[in-house]
């Protein structure tokens, strides 16, 4: 969830505003109820708990002077009650949200945005797990209360991350018509302006709540279970490769479609990290693993655009399928314990620690070997999807996008656009239209590319895990010069013989490299 919400935040789609409000109450609600779910960690609130009192600035108050009977801190016990008040609050004001959204003319009835209803889903499944196993927690352990305390930080500070982003694009929704130049298209932005201030108002609760409890300090104290490394990972990948073939085999919807490509996509970062790490440390030979990493960057940044691509698209009737949202989740969780220390990346010892970078390196080779694979499953669905439809905005924005790309030596605004086939008044109101071909045509060769990338980052994995580093190459391809020579007839053996100035300097550029050094610091890149 936190991915998703930094991801809506730094990828603002400037016609998502109705979209984003319409789902924003739903994740208001299921934060709410999160927070309330979590065990307090002090005493006098558990007991304040257990005799339904309602959090009111009184009981805070009671609070602060009854702390020091339980033994807990002062400071502990208010932040804990001031969450609840913050609970309370976003629940009564995205409640009144969602009532006034069922009979306002602005945004209207339509679907709500996937990005924040896949958080939601996150979080309704965080509260699941803490209602089934919240009676065996011993809130007296202090990596429990330490664990407690990081999962109410983070639940806010992502729910102050989302709710600034639907402010965000409100903000862009009413500046887009108050200055735009064609009367004929200018329209009453009052209701814009009217959810942006409620949702303005829970942006500066969250942001009182988070000051009390900040996330960083949470998770310093955070309880981190030794990784399991290689075995998860390897399990990992390959539930979400027959998961993912499953989906695209069952008449997948594009939300399903781009879960899957910005899983890749994931994937490629969290084998970036794990390639330098092994450059870092001598675990890898540095020719090799810098090619993989060139042919691991391609990769992951096709699989990303093929996710952006599909992300233009109606996202349907039916969320993604629950099994492909899990393996997803399990696939970015198994890298994420190895790749990251809490919140940051990892540093390359501790990597090295947790796992053996060769043996992770053949896993992730694999893993880029099924994807090429599940590339040519997605043409295959792409070409079977016979009605593909989307927003009109969204797709005459990837249309004139696309005619640009195809006119490199037309640069600049003069350029002329052709019609994408999406009328005035289509994206005035921003009706569903059938996906224009040059958007079907982008989103095949977009397939394409990530089907080979993967296929080469594949193969330059499977080099590197197989020759090993340093000088096992120059002994491996020493070995197999030698093999050849001895197989070879007279004639071969004298055609073979290296000419002075010729041979010699083709063969100095490859045989005998030393151990791998390393002279840069690794790029820490994740995708």
Request: charged content about 25%; glycine content about 6%; overall charge negative.
């Amino acid at each position: 969830a936190d991915s998703i919400a930094r991801q809506l935040l730094f990828d603002v789609d400037d016609h998502a505003a109705g979209r984003v409000l319409r789902a924003w109450p739903q994740l208001m609600e299921n934060v709410a109820e999160l927070i309330e779910t979590i065990p307090a960690t002090s005493a006098v609130q558990q007991r304040l708990r257990e005799a339904n009192a309602e959090p009111t600035r009184a009981g805070a108050s009671m609070m602060s002077e009854r702390a020091n009977e339980a033994g807990v801190t002062r400071s502990t016990a208010y932040r804990e009650m001031r969450e609840e008040i913050t609970a309370t609050r976003l629940r009564s004001l995205s409640g009144s949200v969602a009532s006034d959204l069922a009979t306002s003319e602005w945004p209207g009835p339509g679907p709500g945005d996937q990005r924040l209803e896949e958080m939601s889903g996150n979080l309704r499944g965080a509260h699941d797990l803490v209602t089934r196993f919240a009676p065996q927690f011993d809130i007296n352990n202090a990596a429990v209360a330490s664990d407690l305390a990081a999962t109410r930080a983070r639940a806010l500070h992502i729910s102050y991350i989302a709710t600034h982003a639907v402010a965000v694009h409100l903000r862009i929704e009413r500046d887009t018509y108050v200055r735009e130049p064609d009367t004929a298209r200018r329209r009453d932005v009052s209701p814009a302006v009217s959810w942006l201030r409620r949702v303005e108002s829970a942006e500066a609760i969250l942001a009182s709540a988070i000051r009390q409890r900040p996330l960083a300090t949470a998770v310093s104290h955070q309880h981190e279970p030794a990784p399991v490394g290689l075995p998860r990972l390897t399990t990992a990948v390959e539930a979400f490769g027959t998961q993912a073939r499953r989906t695209l085999g069952a008449d997948p919807i594009p939300a399903e479609i781009g879960l899957i490509a910005r899983t890749h996509g994931m994937l490629a970062g969290a084998a970036l990290t794990i390639t330098n790490a092994g450059l870092e440390t001598g675990a890898l030979e540095t020719t090799s693993t810098q090619r993989m990493n060139t042919a691991i960057t391609t990769s992951g940044e096709a699989w990303m655009d093929l996710g952006y691509r599909w992300r233009d698209l109606f996202p349907g009737e039916r969320p993604a399928q629950p099994g492909l949202v899990q393996a997803a989740g399990e696939l970015r969780a198994a890298c994420r314990e190895i790749t990251h220390m809490r919140d940051q990346v990892a540093p390359a010892e501790t990597i090295a620690s947790r796992v053996d970078i060769a043996a992770a390196t053949r896993t992730l080779a694999g893993a880029f070997e099924a994807a090429a694979g599940i590339a040519e499953h997605t043409r295959t669905a792409l070409s079977d999807s016979q009605n593909l439809t989307g927003p009109a905005r969204p797709l005459d924005v990837r249309a004139r996008s696309e005619i640009k790309a195809a006119r490199p030596e037309q640069p600049g605004p003069e350029m002329l656009i052709e019609s994408t086939g999406i009328t005035t008044d289509q994206k005035r109101l921003n009706l569903t239209v059938p996906a224009p071909d040059i958007v079907v045509d982008g989103l095949h060769r977009s397939t394409d590319r990530a089907g080979e990338s993967s296929a080469a980052a594949a193969a330059a994995g499977t080099h590197v895990a197989t020759v090993g580093a340093g000088d096992d190459l120059a002994r491996a391809q020493e070995a197999a010069r030698l093999g050849r020579a001895a197989q070879a007839s007279p004639a071969e053996q004298i055609a073979q013989t290296p000419r002075p100035g010729i041979a010699e300097a083709g063969e100095d550029k490859r045989a005998k490299p030393g151990p791998a050094q390393v002279t840069r610091t690794a790029r820490e890149t994740e995708i």
